[in-house]
């Protein structure tokens, strides 16, 4: 399984980035698409998800109403649209997916991508 992230990158606050991650080489349902990020020094945090096949976007608390996930089924692709970028919002950007055959669950993580907002 690969996840292809792209769309990071150096953005001025106040500004818009957007996101997507693809994934290739499934062999199960995907349940779960999203995103995390890690900011220097910190742990892991949860920035959106979505659960198949119209499952209400969860959002981390420091993101909501800045941020939004959707998601391509037919394409297995998942977008992060970042609005009114903050420099708190530096991170490394990692995409997630989790699924489920009949004999077990499924966890992958992209491999990152940067987002750098200058105050």
């Known amino acids: 399984v690969q996840l292809v992230e792209s769309g990071g990158g150096l953005v001025q606050a106040g500004g818009s980035l957007r996101l997507s991650c693809t994934a290739s080489g499934t062999t199960f349902s995907i349940n779960t698409m999203g995103w995390y990020r890690q900011a220097l020094g910190k742990q892991r945090e949860l920035v959106a998800v979505?659960?198949?096949?119209?499952?209400?976007?969860n959002y981390g608390d420091s993101v909501k109403g800045r941020f939004t996930i959707s998601r391509d089924n037919a394409k297995i692709t998942t977008y992060l649209q970042m609005n009114r970028l903050k420099p708190e919002d530096t991170a490394v950007y990692f995409c997630?997916?989790?699924?489920?055959?009949?004999?077990?669950?499924?966890?992958?993580w992209g491999q990152g991508t940067q987002v750098t907002v200058s105050s």
């Open positions: 979505l659960t198949s096949p119209n499952g209400t976007p």
């Open positions: 997630y997916i989790m699924g489920f055959d009949f004999v077990r669950q499924y966890d992958y």
